[in-house]
């Protein structure tokens, strides 16, 4: 009598514990699927920049490279990595045959930096504050179309980096864009890191932009560099 009661208990407690792992694996599945999460990447840059690590989303499955040519030579080059999902058209800047950016839809991070570089002696905080600076005066100024948001300069990991938020609409076209510009620099070479989408609706993704691109900056870590 007593062995059975035992038994019984027994196979209550696994019943449940079943449950509850079949519960929490549904919810970590579902967490998984959720368009802002993180995958880690390693890339290797040019010559002697070293390589990066970097968290991007795990919508962005696409991933290549290129030289952006300019009219000016290898001093105005730059060269580009990007990741995106591989539903979106593929498109890569150039100086020479370039079509203009897609009209309906941008979801994607490029990463860059010149094709031509010189190591220099220069504080890299002065040179990410300068650069900061800089961008903020560069950025369009109306505030109906297009809004600053956040703008920051944090220390990540070994180095110092601006941050930069931008919100825009386009009336015309009804669409919503957002732009996350992180800058770094390898010793004062700068590395920009620029998130970009482009969309007709408000959805989870187009909220939550800001937060995960911000998220993906705070990942990078530069090895082999200086």
């Not at 370039?98 to 190591?119: N, Q």
């Not at 505030?143 to 930069?164: A, N, Q, V």
């Not at 920009?192 to 705070?218: A, G, H, Q």
């Amino acid at each position: 009598m007593l062995a059975a009661i035992a038994m019984t208990r027994l196979r209550n407690i696994f019943i449940l514990l079943t449950l509850l792992s079949c519960s929490q694996k549904s919810k970590f599945e579902s967490n998984e699927s959720f368009p802002g999460n993180l995958h880690n990447e390693k890339i290797s840059l040019i010559d002697s920049l070293g390589a990066l690590e970097i968290s991007v989303p795990n919508r962005y499955d696409t991933f290549f490279t290129w030289t952006h040519f300019s009219d000016c030579g290898k001093p105005c080059n730059e060269i580009k990595y990007r990741f995106q999902p591989k539903n979106l058209k593929v498109t890569k800047e150039s100086g020479f045959v370039w079509k203009g950016e897609p009209k309906d839809s941008i979801d994607r991070l490029t990463i860059s930096h010149s094709g031509w570089f010189e190591f220099r002696a220069v504080g890299d905080f002065y040179f990410i504050n300068e650069t900061h600076k800089t961008l903020l005066n560069e950025l369009p100024k109306d505030p109906s179309t297009y809004k600053l948001g956040k703008d920051t300069i944090e220390k990540i990991g070994d180095r110092y980096f601006s941050i930069i938020e931008v919100d825009i609409f386009d009336s015309t076209e009804n669409q919503f864009s957002r732009k996350v510009i992180g800058t770094t620099t390898i010793r004062a070479n700068e590395i920009r890191f620029t998130y970009d989408l482009l969309t007709k609706k408000k959805d989870t993704l187009f909220d939550n932009f800001f937060d995960r691109s911000r998220k993906s900056i705070r990942s990078i870590r530069i090895s082999n560099g200086s």
